[in-house]
């Protein structure tokens, strides 16, 4: 008897989720920080702007000092640079660069575009109120206040925020480990020329890319062939893993070599009421949960979107995948009695199409797809318009 979507993925949380919730926090360097999650808030240390300093190349001067057409003595030239300006005097000018420190007794900048320069002085133009283009201390943040907030997924902006405010290092929520072994005689790596009978390890690729899209950290990945003993050695090599995901070797064969390794140590091998990914195993190694999907490798793509990308996702801290129903663009076929995970495409802002047929080796249908179009147990057929819900890929 075959079991059901939810009941898998019980099983699946119930193994893995413990693991998962022991993952501390860890302390990066800014860069390497990109994507990942703040476990803790960030507050500013320092004020920023770190001091008051011109929005604009031009003078310094005092506003009341500075109408038009006043000519002001020019008494030095401020840089953004190091140092401190010495202070305005009354009536009198500073030549000041975008970014340089305002000097004490200046309250507003004009800009060069309003001034003649005439030898040692300046015409000006135009006046300006008090306060502009003045960026006053703290008028972005002051210290102390909340800079970042725990659980933002870190962008570049997030990054130069940090940077500008002279952090160097942050708190990021850890990585679920992953090891990844796949199995099969029949595998070789992609680029190498193929043998009759051989196809090339995709789901080694696939996997690889969907844990670390998922928020996780790939820690080991291995390809065995249909031999129990090597699989031992390789499960043993990946025990310091958070989770070890298997492909293949799980359904009916004469070289099923998860069944055959795992099966006499506890493991649940069984049918899960699906389609792709019907084959579903799980086992526990040495303490560590063995998530094993069939080997077909859409059945492995589909079957890690179903049971570990949400746990790993909300381990990481990652938003879920976009889940919503939107309308078939056409009929749809089923069959009874097995939840069908069909890949589609989004059409307009709430359609979508089937755009491969089902069968779970149909890697090209696959990556022409965004979207899976789910498919309830006990429905067979669907019209065009009727709503189904789909998974964002
Ligand atoms: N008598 C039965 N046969 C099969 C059943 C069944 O219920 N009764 N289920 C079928 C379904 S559904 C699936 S899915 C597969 C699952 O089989 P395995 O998990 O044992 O996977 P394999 O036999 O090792 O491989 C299946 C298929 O996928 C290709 N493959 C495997 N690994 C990779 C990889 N890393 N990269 C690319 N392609 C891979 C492999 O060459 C096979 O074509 O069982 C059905 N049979
Ligand atoms: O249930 Mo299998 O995963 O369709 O090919």
């Not at 990942?36 to 500013?44: A, G, I, K, N, W």
């Not at 070289?255 to 086992?283: D, I, N, S, W």
């Not at 069959?335 to 890697?363: N, T, W, Y």
Request: proline letters at 8%; zero cysteines; charged letters at 20%.
């Amino acid at each position: 008897m075959a079991t059901s979507v939810e009941e898998h993925a019980a099983l699946v949380a119930s193994l893995v989720e413990p693991r998962l919730a022991q993952i501390e926090p860890e302390t990066v360097p800014l860069l390497q920080a990109l994507g990942r999650v703040l476990s803790s808030d960030v507050l500013s240390p320092v004020d920023l702007p770190l001091f008051r300093n011109s929005q604009m190349d031009g003078f310094a001067v005092r506003a009341t000092d500075a109408t038009p057409t006043t000519t002001l003595p020019v008494e030095g030239v401020i840089a953004a640079a190091v140092g401190s300006p010495p202070a305005l005097a009354p009536r009198t000018a500073l030549r000041i660069m975008t970014g340089a420190p305002v000097p004490d007794g200046a309250d507003t900048i004009i800009p060069v575009e309003d001034t003649t320069v005439d030898g040692d002085s300046v015409v000006i133009h135009r006046g300006r109120a008090a306060g502009e283009f003045v960026r006053e201390r703290g008028s972005d943040i002051r210290a102390g206040e909340l800079l970042l907030t725990a659980g933002t997924m870190l962008a570049s902006r997030h990054l130069a925020a940090l940077a500008a405010a002279g952090i160097t290092r942050v708190s990021v929520l850890g990585r679920p480990t992953v090891a990844i072994v796949t199995t099969g005689a029949e595998l070789l790596d992609p680029g190498a020329e193929p043998q009759p009978g051989q196809v090339f390890d995709s789901n080694s690729v696939a996997l690889v890319a969907a844990v670390t899209a998922a928020g996780g950290e790939v820690t080991l990945v291995r390809r065995v062939v249909d031999d129990p003993a090597q699989l031992l050695a390789v499960l043993d090599e990946a025990t310091g893993a958070d989770v070890i995901v298997t492909s293949g070797g799980i359904s009916h064969g004469d070289f099923e070599v998860v069944r055959e390794l795992l099966e006499p140590r506890g493991a649940r091998v069984g049918h899960v009421a699906m389609q792709p990914g019907g084959p579903q195993a799980t086992a526990v190694f040495e303490g560590v949960p063995v998530i094993s999907f069939p080997g077909n490798p859409v059945s492995t793509q589909v079957s890690f979107e179903v049971f570990l990308a949400p746990l790993l996702r909300a381990a990481a801290g990652l938003p879920a995948a976009d889940r919503r129903p939107r309308r078939l663009a056409g009929p749809v076929r089923s069959v009874a009695g097995k939840r069908q995970f069909l890949r589609g495409r989004g059409v307009g802002a709430d359609g979508v199409e089937i755009v491969a047929g089902p069968g779970s080796h149909l890697v090209a249908g696959l990556a022409a797809s965004d979207l899976l179009v789910i498919v309830p147990e006990d429905v067979t057929e669907l019209a065009g318009g009727e709503t189904v819900e789909t998974w964002a890929l």
